[in-house]
């Protein structure tokens, strides 16, 4: 069975039916079962050992939350949840956990609260970066619980959507070896299998033997589809593939890498080259390669 990737998983219902009515929003925030999750500085707020996301009920954030600023994030379990950015003093906070970044929660939480934390602080990332109307300049406002924006000029009034960044990533074999490559600011002797964002006009597939080729010289064959994995640094979402090499001689082309070599399955094993780190997609389609032997 395939293992399940870090972040995804469809752990909360989003009621994207729902959550364009506002009435029935504004409804839900003051009801006593919802929760809140605060974002402060892209963390997340966990407590306990082992952590756990805190969900606060609504009288620990009256004072450092306003209601038209939070983000419906959906149904968990039988609370709806709800996140904001925290810009008062978290002080106001303290007893309720401490605030980790996404990459150590990936490695902690249970896959539920994982799938939500990537979710929150996505969308809390989004908003601080779309201030404005990309047709017109007018400001922009949240809508749909903060699930989209729309452009404040009555005559534009465009709707503006969360962006979602494809990036193609893939395991290329030849025989019972792997292509992995290292760029200069990575830890000592860490290697990882090829990646590159998803250009305009480009299927998923064309992607992938355009970005192998462009970083290692290496022309591949089928490409199959892995899995994917919701990567919000700060936006994208990492497409898993597999391929077959149909050369195998690496010229460095593009300088994205400084090294990439073919590793056997025995040297994946071994110390030397440390594998991609625990909760990405590259590590799981590297251990699926290995799972194969
Ligand atoms: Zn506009």
Redesign the pocket.
């Known amino acids: 069975m395939k293992k399940h990737n870090v972040f995804a998983g469809a752990f909360i219902d989003r009621l994207g039916h729902k959550r364009q009515d506002r009435s029935w929003l504004n409804n839900l925030i003051k009801s006593p079962d919802a929760r809140f999750t605060p974002v402060w500085n892209h963390k997340c707020l966990v407590d306990g050992d082992p952590p756990h996301i805190t969900l606060l009920k609504r009288s620990a954030v009256n004072s450092v939350m306003y209601d038209n600023e939070s983000i419906f994030l959906g149904m968990f379990g039988k609370y709806p949840v709800f996140t904001f950015s925290l810009i008062a003093d978290k002080a106001k906070l303290s007893g309720q956990g401490k605030f980790h970044e996404l990459r150590y929660l990936g490695g902690v939480l249970p896959a539920d609260e994982a799938n939500l934390v990537a979710h929150a602080i996505a969308l809390i990332k989004w908003h601080q970066l779309q201030k404005?109307?990309?047709?017109?300049?007018?400001v922009?406002q949240p809508d749909s619980g903060g699930n989209t924006q729309y452009?404040?000029?009555s005559?534009?009034?465009?709707i503006i959507f969360p962006s979602v960044d494809p990036a193609i990533i893939v395991l290329v074999s030849h025989g019972n070896k792997a292509l992995l490559g290292r760029q200069a600011n990575w830890p000592q002797d860490q290697y990882s299998t090829v990646a590159g964002f998803v250009e305009p006009g480009e299927s998923l597939e064309d992607a992938v033997k355009r970005e192998v080729f462009e970083e290692t010289n290496i022309e591949v064959g089928k490409v199959r589809y892995h899995s994917s994995q919701p990567w919000p640094f700060p936006s994208s979402l990492m497409l898993g593939f597999t391929a077959e090499a149909l050369s195998s001689e690496i010229i460095l082309k593009d300088g994205e890498l400084e090294d990439a070599r073919w590793f056997s399955r025995e040297q994946c094993r071994s110390p030397f080259p440390k594998l991609p780190f625990r909760i990405s997609i590259a590590r799981q389609l590297v251990n699926s390669w290995l799972d194969q032997e």
């Open positions: 404005f109307c990309s047709l017109c300049g007018s922009t452009c404040t000029s005559k534009c009034g465009k």
